[in-house]
């Protein structure tokens, strides 16, 4: 059996640790103990529910499945990275930076502008497929850098909480939902980061 312990940890939160793959460094996993593998699960769950319904995973990590061992259950997935040539020739291949780390860093008017067309087509995309994302904040959401430009990846908390999942089905109802949580996370998104302000995101929806 492999020990996933064994690999390099990448992240860790309160109830899971993100391990890279040695051999195949664009995965990694996610694993918990199973005494607290809620989340977990429904995360495992609604993946496979999108695989089923065909939604590309264009603002997501590829999802490569679930992995259990002794005491605890883990899902396998695509470690979300630049996609730009690495100068520098480092290895291993890093982790895109979350939102919170990307803007720890003074940016320029220009990248913000480039940071504020990302996460209006990452709205899009979450309200075009009605995906349910409940971990949207600076901590679960990376800024990748591909040739085209910088992208916004949910890389935790895609799962939904309903016991009864009428907005999973009901388009319109998971729009509503999606709608106030995306106004949550730009309100803190402003207050947190000021110089996000310094472009009106409005305009760049227009754009």
């Known amino acids: 059996m492999t020990d996933y312990t064994s ?13 890279q793959n040695p051999v195949d460094q664009t995965r990694c996993v996610k694993i918990i103990r199973k005494s607290r593998v809620k989340q977990t699960l429904r995360e495992i769950s609604y993946f496979r529910y999108l695989i089923g319904r065909g939604v590309p995973f264009d603002h997501l990590p590829k999802f490569y499945g679930e992995i259990k061992g002794g005491g605890f259950i883990g899902i396998e997935q695509e470690l979300v990275h630049d996609l730009l040539p690495d100068k520098r020739g480092t290895s291993p291949i890093q982790a895109s930076p979350t939102i919170r780390q990307y803007m720890a860093v003074p940016r320029s008017k220009e990248e913000i502008r480039a940071f504020w067309k990302a996460v209006n087509e990452l709205k899009a995309y979450l309200l075009r497929y009605n995906i349910l994302a409940g971990g949207i904040d600076e901590n679960n959401v ?3 850098q591909t040739p085209s430009g910088i992208k916004l ?17 009901f388009k319109f ?13 730009l309100y803190w998104l ?12 409005l305009a760049e929806s227009q754009a």
Request: charged share 35%.
């Open 153 to 169: 990846v949910v890389i935790d908390g895609v799962y939904d909480t309903e016991w009864i999942p009428v907005s999973k089905y």
């Open 7 to 19: 690999w390099r940890v990448i992240g860790e939160g309160t109830e899971r640790t993100c391990y």
């Open 173 to 185: 109802l998971g729009r509503r939902k999606m709608e106030r949580r995306w106004k949550r996370f």
């Open 142 to 144: 990376v800024v990748q």
């Open 190 to 201: 402003k207050i947190d980061f000021p110089q996000v302000n310094l472009v009106d995101p």
